[in-house]
């Protein structure tokens, strides 16, 4: 059986991570899973949480006038889902949906938000790590929601 420390450094965004940090990061976690349809998280809800994805997809989600929600995003085994625990004022800007029975790795965001205050250059390596993936996320948003408006403009 693997350890959290374990699980969480064989994910691309922890790879490399100096195993002290991953403790560390481990510390703040624990595991959990969503049945097929169920929200891991809400639009306007207290982010206090973000998942990485273990075994299943979650769905980012918007919600699109005249259309009803809009995935943006579908997250696979690997990723992570949930920055705003990141930012002030801790508040979810998408929903995540299981699509399929998910699996995955909760972390504590004040728990880790505090660790990075305490050390630093742990904060440092995080938020390195997760602006790489965030910038990612945002131009495939940004994408997804020209097409969704480019067509009804047609």
Same mark, same amino acid.
């Given at each position: 059986?693997?350890? $959290?420390?374990? =699980?969480?450094?064989?994910? @691309?965004?922890f790879d490399g991570l100096a195993p002290a940090y991953l &403790?560390?990061? *481990?510390?703040?976690?624990r595991t959990t899973g969503f &049945?097929?349809? &169920?929200?891991l998280f809400r639009e306007g809800d207290r982010a206090d949480t973000f998942y990485l994805v273990r075994h299943g997809r979650v769905g980012i989600e918007t919600m699109v006038a005249g259309r009803? *929600?809009?995935t943006v995003e579908t997250v696979d085994?690997?990723?992570?889902?949930g920055w705003s625990w $990141?930012?002030? @004022?801790?508040?979810?800007h998408f929903d995540a949906r299981a699509v399929d029975p998910v699996r995955a790795i909760a972390f504590d965001g004040a728990c880790l938000r505090g660790k990075c205050e305490a050390?630093?250059? =742990?904060?440092?390596? =995080?938020m390195r790590r997760f602006a790489a993936a965030l910038v990612s996320r945002l131009q495939s948003t940004r994408l997804r929601l020209l097409d969704?408006?480019?067509?009804s403009a047609a």
């Open positions: 059986m693997n350890t $959290l420390d374990v =699980l969480i450094g064989d994910s @691309p965004v &403790e560390l990061v *481990a510390g703040c976690a &049945e097929a349809g &169920e929200y009803g *929600a809009l085994a690997g990723g992570v889902v $990141l930012f002030r @004022p801790f508040r979810w050390d630093h250059e =742990l904060g440092y390596e =995080l969704v408006y480019g067509r």
